[in-house]
Protein backbone atom coordinates (compact mmCIF):
# COMPACT_ATOMS: atom_id res chain seq x y z
CA UNK A 1 0.00 0.00 0.00
CA UNK A 2 1.30 2.87 -0.89
CA UNK A 3 1.84 6.29 1.25
CA UNK A 4 2.78 9.61 1.52
CA UNK A 5 2.27 11.13 5.11
CA UNK A 6 2.98 14.98 5.17
CA UNK A 7 3.95 16.75 8.76
CA UNK A 8 5.44 19.76 10.12
CA UNK A 9 2.50 22.62 8.96
CA UNK A 10 1.65 25.11 11.51
CA UNK A 11 0.52 28.37 12.41
CA UNK A 12 4.19 30.57 11.82
CA UNK A 13 4.68 34.18 12.25
CA UNK A 14 5.67 36.20 8.73
CA UNK A 15 9.40 35.51 8.45
CA UNK A 16 9.73 32.52 10.84
CA UNK A 17 10.30 29.11 9.77
CA UNK A 18 8.84 25.37 9.22
CA UNK A 19 10.36 22.60 7.95
CA UNK A 20 7.56 19.96 6.49
CA UNK A 21 8.53 16.42 6.25
CA UNK A 22 7.07 13.53 3.57
CA UNK A 23 7.39 10.07 4.85
CA UNK A 24 6.86 7.86 1.66
CA UNK A 25 6.41 3.24 2.31
CA UNK A 26 5.08 1.31 -0.71
CA UNK A 27 6.77 1.87 -3.53
CA UNK A 28 10.57 2.50 -4.77
CA UNK A 29 11.23 6.07 -2.84
CA UNK A 30 15.04 5.64 -4.11
CA UNK A 31 14.58 5.78 -7.38
CA UNK A 32 11.71 8.31 -7.36
CA UNK A 33 11.59 12.11 -8.25
CA UNK A 34 9.75 13.90 -4.99
CA UNK A 35 8.48 17.38 -5.67
CA UNK A 36 6.32 19.63 -3.43
CA UNK A 37 2.72 21.32 -4.50
CA UNK A 38 0.69 23.88 -2.90
CA UNK A 39 -2.89 24.90 -2.74
CA UNK A 40 -3.89 27.98 -1.76
CA UNK A 41 -7.62 28.89 -1.24
CA UNK A 42 -9.00 29.61 -4.23
CA UNK A 43 -6.37 28.81 -6.73
CA UNK A 44 -4.72 25.90 -8.62
CA UNK A 45 -2.06 23.48 -7.24
CA UNK A 46 1.05 24.63 -7.85
CA UNK A 47 4.72 23.60 -8.23
CA UNK A 48 6.76 24.44 -4.89
CA UNK A 49 10.03 22.34 -5.06
CA UNK A 50 11.26 18.67 -6.88
CA UNK A 51 14.25 16.93 -5.80
CA UNK A 52 15.89 13.95 -8.61
CA UNK A 53 16.43 10.41 -6.82
CA UNK A 54 19.76 11.11 -6.16
CA UNK A 55 19.60 14.57 -5.29
CA UNK A 56 21.66 16.16 -8.09
CA UNK A 57 19.33 18.04 -9.56
CA UNK A 58 16.99 20.34 -7.61
CA UNK A 59 14.13 22.70 -8.71
CA UNK A 60 12.56 25.46 -7.33
CA UNK A 61 9.50 27.74 -7.69
CA UNK A 62 10.50 31.29 -8.41
CA UNK A 63 8.57 32.42 -5.65
CA UNK A 64 10.34 30.49 -2.89
CA UNK A 65 14.02 30.31 -5.12
CA UNK A 66 16.07 31.42 -2.11
CA UNK A 67 13.81 30.70 1.35
CA UNK A 68 12.62 27.03 0.76
CA UNK A 69 15.45 24.29 0.59
CA UNK A 70 14.15 20.34 -0.54
CA UNK A 71 16.12 18.40 0.27
CA UNK A 72 15.73 13.78 0.60
CA UNK A 73 16.97 10.90 2.68
CA UNK A 74 16.52 7.79 0.77
CA UNK A 75 17.64 5.60 3.86
CA UNK A 76 14.96 6.75 5.79
CA UNK A 77 12.43 7.22 2.73
CA UNK A 78 11.71 10.45 3.15
CA UNK A 79 11.99 14.15 1.51
CA UNK A 80 11.90 17.72 3.43
CA UNK A 81 11.36 21.12 2.87
CA UNK A 82 12.73 23.73 4.66
CA UNK A 83 11.12 26.73 4.82
CA UNK A 84 12.46 30.33 5.80
CA UNK A 85 11.87 33.85 5.60
CA UNK A 86 8.29 32.75 5.28
CA UNK A 87 5.21 35.34 3.91
CA UNK A 88 1.15 35.50 4.09
CA UNK A 89 1.44 34.50 0.69
CA UNK A 90 2.83 31.02 1.56
CA UNK A 91 -0.48 30.28 2.90
CA UNK A 92 -1.84 27.29 1.91
CA UNK A 93 -1.75 23.19 1.91
CA UNK A 94 1.41 21.48 0.72
CA UNK A 95 1.90 18.44 -0.55
CA UNK A 96 4.31 15.55 -1.32
CA UNK A 97 4.37 14.07 -4.74
CA UNK A 98 6.30 11.08 -6.30
CA UNK A 99 6.93 10.36 -9.86
CA UNK A 100 9.68 9.45 -12.70
CA UNK A 101 10.82 12.63 -12.86
CA UNK A 102 10.92 16.12 -11.70
CA UNK A 103 7.58 17.84 -13.28
CA UNK A 104 6.21 21.68 -12.42
CA UNK A 105 2.84 20.00 -14.08
CA UNK A 106 0.81 17.75 -12.02
CA UNK A 107 0.36 14.74 -14.42
CA UNK A 108 3.15 12.19 -14.22
CA UNK A 109 3.40 11.92 -10.82
CA UNK A 110 1.46 8.52 -9.66
CA UNK A 111 1.27 9.14 -5.86
CA UNK A 112 0.38 11.88 -3.67
CA UNK A 113 -0.27 12.60 0.48
CA UNK A 114 -3.36 13.64 1.70
CA UNK A 115 -1.54 17.65 2.60
CA UNK A 116 0.07 19.49 5.80
CA UNK A 117 -1.47 23.14 6.06
CA UNK A 118 1.03 25.53 6.79
CA UNK A 119 0.08 29.28 7.23
CA UNK A 120 1.43 32.48 7.85
CA UNK A 121 -0.07 35.07 9.92
CA UNK A 122 0.55 37.40 13.02
Known amino acids: QVQLVESGGGLVQPGGSLRLSCAAS????????MSWFRQAPGKEREFVAGITWSSAIRNYADSVKGRFTISRDNARDTVYLQMNSLKPEDTAIYYC???????????????WGQGTQVTVSS
Open 97 to 111: AAGPWVETAQAPYNY
Open 26 to 33: GFAFSSSA
